[in-house]
């Protein structure tokens, strides 16, 4: 057999580049919004998440001298529940392998580079489902209740919440109807303003638009000859998180790596909230690792209990079937 080393190769450590590079994790802008941001809030246990609305008006109207008014009782109210959904991220280590990732042979930590990967690994898996439904078509019953689901007008998600949607959706009120529409062919820009439209109520209206590259540059393309700036995403967070948009109406549109392909979704983000354990182990937490007690191995997983609920799904849109 050849001679593995030569003169120089034989007497020389290699050069290792003390980072490693990412290859395989996309970005996702609406990750960090809505999971790392102001849109979060604490579940602090109980065996679901209960949304309360109001679905219908009191009775009213004109009244005359001697009239009498309609004291009979309405219900108004009524109430949306999601399950508490679990994810988890296993990180299992040799721990042999500790012994010769050690002192100045180890340019990165052994243990430290897996770790990164399963945080990398847990916002992929919850950021994925957060655009699929959640109820068995495009992801599991036990996976986050996504936005297809939510911005639904019951065309392919009769329910949402455990609430039907013709129970609540009659009449002149959208319910918890969203605006759904299977454009079929290239996105045009009256198409997307109808979106809009339908999912503005007053102050209450889309305000963040997510979409794939392909999607993202057509309609870049048709609003360039009116798009004096480009917008820094993020700009009036806490914290600037480096993505580029432009604006439709005022609302920010950017690229999400996650988002299906040939979909485009209109979120109202001040009626879509992450609820997150307060448990530790359960808020992007880890177990520690357990050894295994017949060999030198050791396992731990990260994990996350909660959901997403959005309070006004007829504030959002999802627009699909788009070629461009």
């Known amino acids: 057999m050849p001679l593995n080393y030569n003169n120089i190769n034989a007497i020389t450590l290699p050069f290792i ?109 919850l950021i994925t489902d957060f655009y699929l439904d959640g109820q068995g078509t495009n992801s599991s019953i036990i996976a986050l209740d996504g936005l297809l689901a939510a911005y639904d007008d019951g065309t392919n998600y009769p329910s949402y919440g455990n609430v039907s949607r013709s129970l609540v959706g009659t009449g002149a009120s959208a319910g918890i109807n969203g605006y759904y529409l299977n ?3 290239v996105l045009a820009l009256n198409t997307l303003q109808k979106a809009y439209g339908q999912a503005t109520f007053g102050p209450m209206q889309p305000n963040l638009f997510s979409t794939t590259q392909i999607v993202y540059n057509a309609l870049w393309a048709k609003m360039l000859p009116a798009q004096r700036v480009m917008d820094n995403f993020g700009e009036d967070n806490t914290q600037n998180i480096g993505f580029n948009s432009f604006r439709f109406n005022g609302q920010r549109v950017v690229v999400d790596q996650y988002c299906p392909s040939g979909d485009l979704f209109g979120m109202n983000t001040n009626a879509l909230t992450v609820y997150i354990s307060t448990q530790e182990q359960f808020a992007f937490g880890f177990t520690g690792f357990k050894e295994l007690p017949n060999a030198w191995q050791a396992a731990g997983q990260l994990g996350f209990i909660g959901d997403i609920v959005v309070s006004m799904p007829r504030t959002g849109f999802v627009l699909t079937g788009i070629t461009g």
Request: hydrophobic letters at 35%; glycine letters at 12%; a negative charge.
């Open 17 to 125: 580049v003390p980072e490693m590079a990412d290859n395989y994790y996309k970005y996702s802008p609406v990750f960090y919004l809505m999971f790392k941001g102001d849109r979060t809030a604490d579940y602090n246990g109980g065996t679901w998440i209960q949304q309360p609305f109001q679905y219908a008006p009191l009775k009213g109207g004109p009244t005359t001298f001697g009239s009498t008014f309609d004291i009979s009782q309405v219900q108004v109210d009524t109430a949306m529940t999601f399950n508490p959904k679990q994810y988890y991220v296993n990180v299992t280590i040799d721990e042999a392998q500790l012994a010769i990732n050690h002192g100045g042979a180890g340019v990165m930590g052994y243990v430290e580079q897996q770790m990164t990967n399963g945080g990398q690994a847990m916002a992929t898996n």
């Open 183 to 185: 454009v079929g062919g």
